[in-house]
C-alpha cells in the first residue's frame, strides 16, 4: 500500500479513509497492522486518489453515509446529509418524546436520500412514515436506503405538498430540510461542483416553508408538530410568516440554535395549550 501515488493535496485523513475503503478494512488499525501488503485493487485506489484530489466528497466516493448505526446511499442526484440535519432530527424525536406527542402519521417534505424518514420509523417503528420528493432519483435512492436497512417508509414523487394532498391523509407530525439558501455566495465550491444544487440554492428561501404554511390546515391534524432546518438569517422572514397564516391563540412556535450556536430550526406547535408542552 505504500507504493501509491499520492496528490500533494490529499489529507492525511482522506488517505487513510481511501485505503481503508479500498482494501475492505474496519479501522485505521487494520490499517496499521496491514500496512506492507500489496493493495486490493490499486487501479481504483488511484482513481478514487484523483476525485478525491479534485475535492468530490469522500461519501460520494464510497457511495455511503453512516449515521445512528445505520449506512445510507448517497450519490450526486443527493445531498450528503450534515450534521444539523442529524441535529434536527434528534431534537424532533427529543420534542415528540419528552411531550408524549401523538405520531401515527409522519411525512418528511423534500426528503432526498430519506436520511430523515428513515430515522424517524427506526425510532417511531409504530408510525406510518412517508417521504416526499421532486425527484425520482432522489426517491430511487430513499427506496433503496429504506430497504437496506430493513425499514418500511412509503415514498412519493411530487413538488412540495403535491403527492402529499394525493394521499388525503392527516399528519400528527411534518418535518423538513428544504431548499434554503438565497445566496449563492454562502455555497461551498465544492458543493456547487458535486452536490445537487436544486436540493440547496433557491431563489427566494423562505419559498418552500411559505408554501407549507399556506397548506398546512390540508394535510396536518388539529393537534401537530412541524419542524424544520432552516438557514441562519431567516428567523425574522419566517417569524412574519407564522403571523400571517397560523392562529396565535392555537398554536405556538421557537426557534433553537445548533450545536455551531447559529439558529438552525424551527418547531411550530398546533392544537397545545402552552403549559401542555416543556
Not at 500500500?1 to 485523513?13: F, G, N, Q
Not at 439558501?181 to 461542483?193: F, P, R, S, Y
Not at 438557514?231 to 396565535?248: A, M, P, R, S, V
Request: aromatic letters at 12%; hydrophobic letters at 35%; one cysteine or more.
Amino acid at each position: 500500500m505504500r507504493k501509491h501515488r499520492v496528490s500533494e493535496y490529499l489529507t492525511d485523513s482522506m488517505l487513510y479513509e481511501i485505503l481503508i475503503h479500498v482494501n475492505e478494512l474496519n479501522s485505521f488499525t487494520d490499517l496499521i497492522i496491514n500496512f506492507d501488503k500489496e493493495c486490493k485493487d490499486e487501479n481504483m485506489a488511484q482513481n478514487l486518489f484523483s476525485r478525491a484530489n479534485n475535492d468530490e466528497p469522500l461519501e460520494y466516493l464510497f457511495n455511503k453515509h453512516e449515521y445512528n448505526g445505520m449506512k445510507f446511499y448517497v450519490d450526486k442526484n443527493v445531498l450528503i446529509p450534515r450534521p444539523e440535519t442529524e441535529e434536527l432530527i434528534q431534537e424532533t424525536i427529543g420534542v415528540v418524546r419528552a411531550n408524549k406527542l401523538p405520531r401515527e402519521n409522519i411525512i418528511d417534505v423534500c426528503t432526498g436520500s430519506g436520511i430523515i424518514a428513515i430515522s424517524l420509523k427506526k425510532e417511531f417503528s409504530e408510525s406510518n412514515v412517508y417521504g416526499s420528493d421532486i425527484s425520482s432519483q432522489a426517491i430511487n435512492i430513499a427506496i433503496k436506503n429504506a430497504e437496506d436497512n430493513g425499514l418500511n417508509v412509503n415514498f412519493l414523487t411530487g413538488n412540495i405538498l403535491e403527492s402529499v394532498k394525493s394521499l388525503n391523509k392527516k399528519f400528527d407530525i411534518l418535518i423538513s430540510n428544504p431548499p434554503y439558501v438565497e445566496k449563492i455566495e454562502d455555497i461551498a465550491e465544492n458543493v456547487k461542483k458535486f452536490e445537487p444544487l436544486n436540493a440547496i440554492y433557491v431563489e427566494n428561501g423562505t419559498y418552500f416553508y411559505e408554501e407549507i404554511f399556506k397548506n398546512y390546515k390540508d394535510i396536518m391534524k388539529d393537534k401537530f408538530l412541524i419542524a424544520f432546518e432552516i438557514n441562519y438569517d431567516q428567523e425574522d422572514k419566517l417569524t412574519d410568516l407564522i403571523y400571517k397564516y397560523f392562529d396565535e391563540n392555537n398554536s405556538m412556535y421557537r426557534f433553537q440554535k445548533d450545536s455551531f450556536g447559529r439558529t438552525r430550526f424551527l418547531f411550530i406547535l398546533g392544537g397545545y395549550e402552552s403549559d401542555d408542552i416543556s
